[in-house]
């Protein structure tokens, strides 16, 4: 694997089963259990994978926000709002090719963002 590659991701809840099924169902992240008997995920390309951690506060704010690319922000915004979590910053045009991006909350109050190419 190339250095500096992102390629973990812990992300903070209070119910691990609640989000693991948001994020399966948001994102199509492929669930497992790892070795040492915790959830964890890869996601939709296998490249980087993460797990959820008790006892750390959610991310409600900004501070390094990580971006999910995706076919269709608003059709995952959908998804997001079906899945039991909320938009904070709806659909926003970054030029008139169709870049956009947008920021939703997810169940446990974590603040992620959502990115469309062209």
Same mark, same amino acid.
């Given at each position: 694997?190339?250095?500096?590659k992102?390629?973990?991701?812990?992300?903070p809840? $209070?119910?691990?089963?609640?989000?693991?099924?948001?994020y399966?169902?948001?994102?199509d992240?492929k669930?497992?259990?790892?070795?040492?008997g915790?959830?964890?995920f890869d996601d939709?390309?296998?490249t980087v994978s993460g797990?959820?951690?008790l006892?750390r506060?959610?991310a409600?704010?900004?501070g390094?926000?990580?971006y999910?690319m995706?076919?269709?922000? $608003?059709?995952?915004?959908?998804?997001v709002?079906?899945a039991?979590?909320?938009?904070?910053?709806?659909?926003?045009?970054?030029d008139?090719s169709?870049?956009?991006?947008?920021t939703?909350? $997810?169940?446990?109050?974590?603040v992620?963002g959502?990115?469309?190419d062209?």
């Amino acid at each position: 694997m190339p250095a500096g590659k992102i390629c973990y991701l812990e992300i903070p809840t $209070d119910n691990v089963e609640v989000s693991a099924n948001f994020y399966a169902q948001v994102f199509d992240w492929k669930i497992r259990v790892r070795g040492d008997g915790e959830r964890a995920f890869d996601d939709a390309t296998g490249t980087v994978s993460g797990a959820w951690v008790l006892g750390r506060p959610p991310a409600r704010e900004p501070g390094m926000l990580v971006y999910v690319m995706v076919e269709s922000i $608003d059709a995952t915004l959908s998804t997001v709002s079906k899945a039991g979590g909320q938009t904070v910053t709806p659909r926003t045009e970054l030029d008139p090719s169709g870049q956009a991006f947008a920021t939703f909350r $997810d169940p446990s109050g974590n603040v992620v963002g959502l990115y469309q190419d062209r």
